[in-house]
T-cell receptor
């Protein structure tokens, strides 16, 4: 799995968009970008993934730069319940479920 | 749909003792994983099962850790003997075989403290 770099922590005001960056400059052509989050005392939860096109689902949007060396997870209207550790993972799709989690970004949503 | 069940939720033991954790995956999820999460770090994969067969145990410390999934449903992870550095949360996850990460679900974990 390619290495990823994320800021250790970020704050966001409730109701505002939370933009979480991830650098993955060594990503290879067949590797996807996956995002998970882990709310305190719970197991990680899948959020979204993408290869090179921007993706959106009911939880978040994923923006991947054209050179694929970085990406941003966007939570459009953050709530207090979005406070969690967010993990950006880069790996091939055939390694489904076998994610190498880094230390992630602790997002704190404040009222 | 019931989620991934794990027990116990908490366990405190002394070093050199043995401990076992149990996981019941989501019905129909043939793929099962055990992860170890040390405080402040992301989860680390220990072992992956497909039905009752081991697919990947390359990161399992086999001198003290063992896992089984005899009937292809429930799974047990054992540590014998435990060391101080085994203090962590042990997470079980399951996934539909052949499907993507969006079908992978984690249990709440078992928090182990080794004194």
């Amino acid at each position: 799995d390619a290495k990823t770099t994320q800021p250790p922590s970020m704050d966001c005001a409730e109701g505002r968009a939370a933009n979480l960056p991830c650098n993955h400059s060594t990503i290879s052509g067949n590797e996807y970008v996956y995002w998970y989050r882990q709310i305190h005392s719970q197991g990680p939860q899948y959020i979204i993934h993408g290869l090179k096109n921007n993706e959106t689902n009911e939880m978040a949007s994923l923006i991947i730069t054209e050179d694929r060396k970085s990406s941003t997870l966007i939570l459009p209207h953050a709530t207090l319940r979005d406070t969690a550790v967010y993990y950006c993972i880069v790996r091939a799709p055939w390694r489904a479920g076998k994610s190498t989690f880094g230390d992630g970004t602790t997002l704190t949503v404040k009222p | 749909e019931a989620g991934v069940a794990q027990s116990p939720r908490y366990k405190i033991i002394e070093k050199r003792q043995s401990v076992a954790f149990w996981c019941n995956p989501i019905s129909g999820h043939a793929t099962l994983y055990w992860y170890q999460q040390i405080l402040g770090q992301g989860p680390k994969l220990l072992i992956q099962f497909q039905n009752n067969g081991v697919v990947d145990d390359s990161q399992l410390p086999k001198d003290r850790f063992s896992a089984e999934r005899l009937k292809g449903v429930d799974s047990t992870l054992k540590i014998q003997p435990a060391k101080l550095e085994d203090s962590a949360v042990y997470l079980c996850a399951s996934r539909k075989p052949g499907a993507g990460d969006e079908t992978q679900y984690f249990g709440p974990g078992t928090r182990l403290l080794v004194l």
